[in-house]
């Protein structure tokens, strides 16, 4: 299963991060870990997870997590798929 994930900063609920994983708990980890080397999510950490979509097709999940990364996706996630 591919799995599209969003998080939220526990230091700063405005800050969201999307993005795409075969294993979440192994990924939320590494977005926590000191050797975390993607400069956003370093920046904001720790994270908690908010929710995430599972899909059989890795295409499908990419092209999800794309579109909740533009302004109507963005728009939409934040009406519907977070409180």
């Not at 059989?56 to 728009?75: D, I, M, P, R």
Request: net charge positive; hydrophobic share 35%; aromatic share 16%.
């Amino acid at each position: 299963m591919f799995y599209v994930y969003i998080l939220r900063s526990l230091g700063n609920e405005n800050k969201l991060y999307i993005g795409v994983t075969r294993n979440i708990e192994s990924r939320l980890k590494q977005h926590d870990s000191d050797t975390n080397t993607n400069s956003y999510s370093a920046k904001f950490k720790p994270w908690g997870l908010e929710c995430f979509i599972a899909f059989k097709n890795k295409y499908l999940a990419t092209e999800l997590e794309k579109y909740l990364k533009q302004g109507s996706g963005f728009a939409f996630m934040k009406k519907r798929l977070l409180p």
